[in-house]
C-alpha cells in the first residue's frame, strides 16, 4: 500500500506544477518513501482521485495546484456526507494562481523545495471546513464544501474573469485586473443576511466567509480568521465603487487596519443569504470556483479535515460576539483586538 499520494494538476500556475513538484519530490521521497502521482485530467476529476486514494487507505494526499484544486479535492474527501479518516492528512504543495490557504497556513508558495522542508517537518491538525447548500442556474439544488472562502457578489463576477485569464499572468495581477473589470459591470444587490439566527439586510458589493485569512490572490479580508478555531468570519462590503476599492487597495491587500462604514465583520457559526425578490441573480464562488447561486445556506464543520502543519501553535483568535460586529466602522480598536479561547 502507498501511503502518499500527489494529487498533481498539471494546468495550475499556468503549467507550472509539474516543475514545482520535480523540485520537491527528492525531499518529500527521502520523507515518506515511494511516492504515487496522480494527475487531474479534467474538471472534478481531483475529487474522484481523492475519493479513490482514501478508500486504498492513504494517509497523506498532497495537493499540488491551487485553491481550486484543493477545493475538488475537499468534495472528494467530504463531499456526499462523507467523513474524513482520522489517520489520513491533506498536505499543499502550492503551484496555483492564488493559493490563499497556503498564505494562511505559512506555506512557501514560491520555493517548491522550500515548501516541501515545510512539509516534512509538519505534523497532522484538525482543520475547520465549511458546507453550504445554494441552487444551480436553473434552480437546482447544490451541495458542496469549502476550505478557504466562500463569497457572493462580486467576487463571483471577479473569479469567473479571472478563471478565464491567461495563468501567466499571475495570482496577485490576475485577481487586481478582474477586479478592475468587474466593477464597470457590477451593480449591488439587496440581500437579507442572517447571521447566527439574527437578521441583518444589506446592499452587497462583496460577502466574503472566511475559513482563511486572504482570498482572491492575496486580499486580507479576514484578517483574524484562523482555518482552527470552529468559526467562519464573514466580511461584509457594501455600497463599494471602483474608486471606493482604489482608495483602500492598500489596506485591504496588505492587511492594515481599516476604519470604513462600509465594511463589518463578524464570526459566525451559520449563515443565510437571500436576495431581495426582483433583483438581478447574485452569483457565489467556493474557494474561487463557481457555487451556483443566491439563496445560499452556510455553516462551519469543525475539525472536518485533517492538514500538515509545520507551526506548532498556530494563531488562533478568539470569537466575538455572536452576530455583532467584529470590527465595524469607526470601532474598530488601533491596537490587536482581545483574543478569547476557542469554543470547546
Known amino acids: 500500500m502507498i501511503e502518499t499520494v500527489v494529487l498533481l494538476n498539471p494546468a495550475a500556475g499556468a503549467g507550472r ?30 475529487a474522484a482521485l481523492a475519493r479513490a486514494a482514501l478508500d486504498d487507505g492513504a494517509r497523506r494526499l498532497i495537493v499540488a495546484g491551487g485553491d481550486g484544486t484543493l477545493h475538488e479535492v475537499a468534495q472528494g474527501c467530504l ?21 490563499d490557504l497556503a498564505r494562511t497556513l505559512g506555506i512557501p508558495r514560491r520555493d517548491p523545495a522550500a515548501a516541501a522542508a515545510w512539509l516534512a517537518r509538519a505534523t497532522p491538525r484538525p482543520l475547520d471546513a465549511g458546507r453550504f447548500r445554494s ?11 469549502f476550505v478557504n472562502n466562500l463569497g457572493f457578489g462580486i467576487g463571483g463576477v471577479v473569479a469567473s474573469i479571472a478563471n478565464a485569464s491567461p495563468k501567466w499572468i499571475g495570482g496577485f495581477a ?10 464597470r459591470i457590477w451593480r449591488d444587490r439587496l440581500v437579507h443576511l442572517t447571521l447566527d439566527g439574527v437578521p441583518r439586510p444589506a446592499r452587497v458589493t462583496l460577502c466574503s466567509i472566511c475559513n482563511g485569512r486572504t482570498a482572491g490572490g492575496g486580499m486580507v479580508l479576514g484578517p483574524d480568521a484562523s482555518p482552527f478555531d470552529g468559526w467562519l468570519d464573514l466580511a461584509l462590503l457594501e455600497r463599494m465603487r471602483l474608486h471606493d476599492f482604489l482608495g483602500r487597495f492598500r489596506y485591504l491587500y496588505g492587511g492594515l487596519p481599516l476604519r470604513d462604514p462600509r465594511i ?3 464570526r459566525v457559526r451559520a449563515l ?4 431581495v425578490a426582483g433583483t438581478l ?31 506548532p501553535e498556530p494563531r488562533v483568535p478568539g470569537p466575538a460576539p ?15 483586538s482581545t483574543r478569547r479561547s476557542p469554543p470547546s
Open 322 to 336: 455572536v452576530g455583532e460586529p467584529l470590527c465595524p466602522a469607526a470601532r474598530c480598536p488601533a491596537g490587536p
Open 264 to 266: 463589518t465583520r463578524s
Open 272 to 275: 443565510r443569504a437571500e436576495a
Open 135 to 145: 441552487q444551480g442556474p436553473n434552480g437546482d439544488p447544490r451541495e458542496g464544501v
Open 79 to 99: 463531499g456526499e456526507g462523507r467523513a474524513f479518516p482520522p489517520a489520513a492528512a491533506l498536505g499543499l504543495l502550492p503551484c496555483g494562481t492564488g493559493s
Open 17 to 46: 506544477s509539474r516543475a514545482a513538484f520535480r523540485a520537491a519530490a527528492p525531499l518529500l521521497e527521502a520523507t515518506w518513501g515511494r511516492i504515487a502521482v496522480r494527475e487531474t485530467e479534467r474538471p472534478g476529476h481531483a
Open 174 to 183: 490576475a485577481f487586481f485586473l478582474a477586479t478592475l473589470r468587474a466593477f
Open 281 to 311: 441573480p447574485v452569483p457565489i464562488t467556493a474557494d474561487g470556483e463557481p457555487g451556483g447561486f443566491l439563496p445560499v445556506e452556510v455553516e462551519v464543520a469543525p475539525s472536518a479535515l485533517r492538514v500538515l502543519v509545520s507551526d
